[in-house]
């Protein structure tokens, strides 16, 4: 089992940034995939940014250049900075971690939710 704790989400005005944090702590093998995904009230949730535990990153086109995703593999954290907010960022940030284990069986790990308010 993979536990994933948030933190920094909160209020901001337009244009400010905020830091998200996301630590897996448990029975860690080989976390392949780390990620963050958001979800607004009446959608869908939606990838924002992910990166493999080489460092390969993908982004949604909405945060291109404004969104930057980075990993302390030795501490199985990811982070995500993200600047030039906008109201249309506010949501609640889920981080999402894909683990490998020893037997090459993959689980998908969901955090608790973290809120992020962009007031223009």
């Known amino acids: 089992q993979v536990q994933l704790v948030e933190s920094g989400g909160g209020l901001v005005q337009a244009g400010g940034s905020l830091r998200l944090s996301c630590a897996a702590s448990g029975s860690i093998f080989r976390i392949v995939l780390m990620g963050w995904y958001r979800q607004a009230p009446g959608k869908q949730r939606e990838l924002v940014a992910s990166i493999t535990d080489g460092g390969s990153t993908n982004y949604a086109d909405s945060v291109k250049g404004r969104f930057t995703i980075s990993r302390d593999n030795a501490k199985n954290t990811v982070y995500l900075q993200m600047n030039s907010l906008t109201p249309e960022d506010t949501a609640v940030y889920y981080c999402?971690?894909?683990?490998?284990?020893?037997?090459?069986?993959?689980?998908?790990?969901w955090g608790q939710g973290t809120q992020v308010t962009v007031s223009s």
């Open positions: 999402n971690a894909i683990h490998r284990n020893r037997f090459t069986r993959t689980y998908n790990y």
